[in-house]
């Protein structure tokens, strides 16, 4: 018994919360920022569409009932596919957006893992671990981990 506990207190874990990396790390909002500038004014089109398409609608259906058969027919078969390209543009900006999210996600996430295996081997951890049910928080070193990575800049 007395090998089992020496062994278990050279045995030095240590737990990184990747998810707090990613909301507190200077880096991950650098990035979040980045993304908004890149997708703001696409958002912002979208959006004025969407809007531009419902007032159209709320218009085609006050008028529908006095527009002769013809014209609401063209009319409704416009609105119908207003709406489908505004979709497939919805579609294809959240498809972008969450592109362009894992790259930069991504990005961050090597920076840490740099510093992580720093902080491993300057500390002599044997294991380090970003994925678990429960851990104890004096295993904890995100706190590290983030402050290496604001120093690395």
Do not use: C, W
Request: aromatic letters at 6%.
């Amino acid at each position: 018994m007395a090998t089992v506990g020496a062994f278990a207190q050279e045995f030095r874990i240590g737990f990184v919360n990747t998810d707090r990396i990613l909301r507190e790390a200077s880096q991950a909002k650098a990035a979040q920022t980045k993304l908004e500038q890149e997708f703001s004014r696409r958002e912002k089109d979208l959006q004025s569409q969407a809007r531009d398409l419902k007032a159209a609608s709320e218009k085609f259906e006050r008028e529908s009932p006095t527009m002769a058969d013809g014209v609401r027919l063209s009319r409704q078969r416009q609105l119908v596919d207003q709406d489908r390209d505004l979709q497939r543009k919805q579609r294809e900006f959240q498809e972008d957006l969450t592109l362009r999210k894992n790259e930069e996600l991504q990005l961050v996430l090597e920076r840490a893992n740099r510093v992580i295996k720093q902080v491993a081997e300057t500390e002599k951890y044997d294991l380090i671990l970003q994925e678990a049910v429960y851990i104890n928080p004096k295993h904890d070193i995100t706190d590290k981990v983030l402050t290496g990575l604001s120093s690395a800049k």
